[in-house]
């Protein structure tokens, strides 16, 4: 299939009830593109950036607020933690919240005060600053996301982001983007030429886990239709299966989506699958809590770890991830695969080894080359 014969997906897209923009940013391109496509949506200038007070964590999932991005873009990834394997994994943060509403979303924690889904301006400013990473770093290949704080997706219809990012990337040899999403907000990628720099990655489940924990997301199906389409644009694609949960008919779940996952594609080109168990910190659990009809998740059984955070107990987790390697080896035995914050000791009983600390991107990122 040919870019320009690749038909574009009709799924709803989200809009926000109301719209802010920062009264200094009203000009700026992102502002104005906003403006554009939410023409029937209020929109707000405010000096004062506190749009609301921090209520209803769901509520401020309906509000956009536009504004500048003051601090650093790229970070290092928060998951790399006492005691667990690191994938050494950047992130830049264009974005932060999402209008999605998984039960599990560490957000919740994260961003407690936050009352909205802001967007960021100054792109040029991040890009600027990956740009003398990469400068200053000739020698390394870097692995960089935009997923953390953010779907990298969900918001692409109103901000056009993917339009700068990726011919960015396109241009630089020693790094590679990965797009996280569990949206089908494909159609910008699909004009777009990757140079094979971008790893558009989906965060999937079983259909059962989608349908009962991914508030607001698109089923299973319609994910691996917008992977088809980028898939056949050029673009490489990753898997992130995570959070594993145990839950009733759980292996049949998962290989049933490995199955569904991976039929209709070319998993030559799939750049890695990741796994990782639900986990939680004690924050977390207190926010789920806090929410009417969220404690479901509440009820698995969950122990303490090293860093803080409470996960299904060790036996199970590897039982878990030694049936889902069986089941993706199945399907092709040379897709990359890892396991996400993890101790040493878990990859040792489920791939044999572990790899040194923060080998795990750069193995990634070389098997690209
Ligand atoms: S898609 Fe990701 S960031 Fe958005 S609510 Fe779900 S877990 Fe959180």
Redesign the pocket.
């Known amino acids: 299939m040919t870019r320009d014969s690749v038909s574009f997906a009709r799924a709803p897209r989200w809009v926000p009830d109301a719209v802010w923009i920062e009264c200094g940013e009203v000009d700026s391109a992102l502002a104005q593109r906003v403006r554009t496509r939410l023409s029937g949506t209020p929109v707000h200038v405010v000096d004062d950036l506190g749009v609301a007070e921090p209520d209803d964590f769901a509520a401020g999932k309906r509000r956009l607020v536009v504004q500048r991005h003051r601090g650093t873009f790229l970070q290092h990834c928060p998951a790399g933690t006492t005691g667990m394997v690191c994938c050494n994994y950047l992130v830049m943060n264009f974005a932060s919240n ?5 039960s ?4 919740q924690d994260y961003l407690t005060n936050n009352p909205a889904v802001k967007v960021f301006t100054n792109v040029a400013d991040g890009l600027s600053e990956v740009d003398a990473v990469l400068r200053a770093h000739p020698q390394r290949t870097f692995r960089i996301g935009t ?1 953390e ?3 990298s997706l ?1 918001l692409d219809h109103l901000t056009d982001l993917s339009c700068e990012l990726v011919p960015f990337f396109a241009k630089h040899t020693n790094a590679l983007l990965e797009l996280k999403t ?1 949206s089908d907000c494909v159609d910008n990628l699909l004009r777009l030429d990757p140079k094979d720099r971008v790893v558009v990655s989906w ?1 999937v489940n079983t259909p059962a886990i989608v349908a009962s924990e ?2 607001g ?1 698109i089923p299973l199906e319609d994910r691996m239709a917008a992977a088809s389409r980028v898939q056949a644009a050029g673009y490489k694609l990753g898997f992130h299966f995570d959070p594993l949960i145990a839950h009733d008919g759980w292996e049949d779940g998962y290989r049933d989506a490995i199955e569904l996952i991976f039929r209709r594609l070319d998993t030559r080109r799939v750049a890695w699958v990741s796994l990782g168990s639900l986990r939680m910190t004690p924050r977390l659990k207190a926010a789920i809590k806090a929410r009417p009809s969220r404690g479901r998740l509440l009820t698995t059984e969950l122990v303490p770890g090293p860093d803080g955070k409470e996960r299904m107990w060790r036996g199970l987790r590897v039982k878990m991830y030694r049936r889902m390697l069986e089941w993706l080896r199945q399907v092709d035995d040379r897709m990359p695969l890892y396991i996400c914050m993890e101790p040493a000791g878990v990859w040792e009983k489920v791939f044999g080894e572990a790899p040194p600390d923060r080998q795990v991107a750069e193995r990634l990122v070389a098997d690209l080359r």
């Open positions: 999402c209008p999605f509403d998984c599990y979303c560490f957000l997923g704080l953010a779907d969900a569990k965060s991914e508030g997301t």
